[in-house]
């Protein structure tokens, strides 16, 4: 597909356990973002890798949360002992083609919703 | 810190008349501001994109203005139809390739 995939789509766990949420940013694209949408606001900054590299991880709310991108395609935010305060839509958005220098608008996916229980 | 606002949080509005949705930011120095649409259970979809160097940019029905000095920025659909009806968020970056900082958003109901 031409758009950014993420999956699973939706995720159930029990307060506690480990979730893994995959994203596939679109061919070509340089960055990736993780979001963090809570109901009924805003999405906020996770972190931003370009390429490989994990530029900004400044909004990672705590230790528990942890993101990769080692081949610098598909990207994997992970949850460890997840708590109910987790609930929320992740939401993960690329942007620069590689041909472009700047500029150029983040295209998102359709976000996991995590339920933690 | 960037702070970004919306207001209304809602609005409702009659098939037909036109949408004025206000967005605004604390710290004029952005690179560029853009406007998604979100669907319920949906991912955003860029709707307009505004350079930091521009005043408005125009996209069909939409149109988009952008005053730096002012910390403002407007989003204008013409003619609001039903189909419409969704949570309108506006986000400003301040550098390329940099972070999105996200308003609340403004939910919005076009009434048959």
């Known amino acids: 597909g031409a758009g950014v995939s993420q999956s699973p789509r939706y995720k159930v766990a029990k307060r506690g356990q480990d979730v893994a949420l995959r994203c596939d940013p679109i061919?070509?694209?340089?960055?990736l973002f993780w979001y963090q949408q809570a109901l009924g606001q805003g999405p906020e900054f996770l972190t931003y890798f370009q390429n490989e590299a994990q530029l900004d991880k400044s909004g990672l709310p705590s230790d528990r949360f942890f993101a990769e991108r080692p081949e610098g395609s598909v990207s994997t935010l992970k949850i460890q002992r997840t708590q109910q305060e987790d609930s929320a839509v992740y939401l993960c958005a690329s942007s620069l083609p590689r041909r472009y220098s700047s500029n150029q608008p983040q295209h998102f996916g359709d976000g996991t919703r995590l339920s933690i229980l | 810190k960037q702070e970004v606002t919306q207001i209304p949080a809602a609005l409702s509005v009659p098939e037909g008349e036109n949408l004025v949705l206000n967005c605004s930011f604390t710290d004029s120095a952005i690179y560029n501001l853009q406007w998604f649409r979100q669907d319920p259970g949906k991912g955003l979809t860029s709707l307009l994109l505004i350079q930091s160097s521009q005043r408005e940019q125009t996209s069909g029905r939409l149109n988009a203005s952008l005053d730096k000095s002012s910390g403002r920025s407007t989003l204008y659909i013409a003619a609001s139809q039903p189909g419409d009806s969704a949570t309108y968020l506006c986000?400003?970056?301040?550098?390329?390739?940099?972070?999105?900082?996200f308003g609340g958003g403004t939910r919005v109901l076009v009434k048959p």
């Open positions: 986000a400003a970056i301040k550098a390329a390739g940099n972070k999105l900082t």
């Open positions: 061919s070509g694209h340089v960055s």
